[in-house]
């Protein structure tokens, strides 16, 4: 079966600090894979996706990035933290195939002060 | 941006109700679409999905059914109980795409 890891759990860093966060995917070759970020008591807002290794694709401007340095691995970072970066950081992962079910991992929840 | 909304912010029902969370989508061409439950401090469940050559799916006291004509999919949820308290989100798609559309969510309070 598959399963979807993310790491740390929980993370506060101050503004002006470097973040990485990452995702691992067991049980499964060649996924799509996805971050998204949600506010307080908001819907999801796809971040990046990526197709395949070294592939990403950006949804939305920001002084995040992301990176996909192997198959079922993918990070998000940024060089400099916002106050405006807090929130609720979910991984997802999907097959290859014709239907887009996405399976999320547990997220992170990252506070800026 | 999203295309998927839902008519109602919160639902609250007692222990053993019927509970119906609706959702409109704006996108015609939309042909797959799932719905999640999402508790609170975790990540979105999968709970079911329904392409668009069905107008009805069941699952495990779940019950999706889209209406094509006017655009809108509903999830019905048997004998609701407090463990199905959570955010229910739903999510479209057109096959010809990599990413979801997500509606901004309906929270489900049961009460026991």
């Known amino acids: 079966s598959q399963t979807i890891h993310q790491w740390p759990a929980t993370l506060v860093q101050p503004v002006g600090s470097p973040l990485s966060l990452e995702c691992t995917v067991e049980?499964?070759?060649?996924?799509?894979l996805y971050w998204y970020r949600q506010a307080a008591g908001r819907g999801l807002q796809l971040l990046f996706y990526?197709?395949?290794?070294?592939?990403i694709s950006s949804e939305v401007p920001q002084n995040l990035s992301a990176s996909r340095p192997q198959d079922r691995q993918f990070i998000l970072s940024s060089k400099k933290l916002l106050l405006s970066d807090s929130g609720f950081y979910l991984c997802?992962?999907?097959?290859?195939?014709?239907?887009?079910?996405?399976?999320f991992g547990p997220g992170t929840r990252l506070t800026v002060l | 941006g999203e295309s998927v909304g839902l008519h109602l912010p919160t639902l609250s029902v007692q222990e053993g109700d019927n509970s119906i969370i609706n959702c409109a989508y704006s996108n015609s061409a939309s042909d797959y679409f799932i719905w999640y439950k999402q508790e609170s401090g975790k990540g979105p469940q999968f709970i079911i999905d329904?392409?668009?050559?069905?107008d009805k799916r069941q699952g495990q006291r779940v019950t999706v059914l889209l209406n094509k004509t006017v655009k809108h999919l509903s999830l019905q949820i048997a004998a609701t109980q407090p463990g199905d308290s959570a955010v229910y989100f739903c999510a479209e798609n057109m096959l010809s795409y990599s990413t979801l559309t997500f509606g901004k969510g309906t929270m489900l309070l049961v009460s026991p």
């Open positions: 329904i392409r668009s050559n069905m």
């Open positions: 997802a992962w999907r097959r290859l195939g014709i239907y887009n079910e996405q399976f």
């Open positions: 049980g499964t070759s060649n996924p799509n």
């Open positions: 990526s197709v395949g290794i070294g592939q």
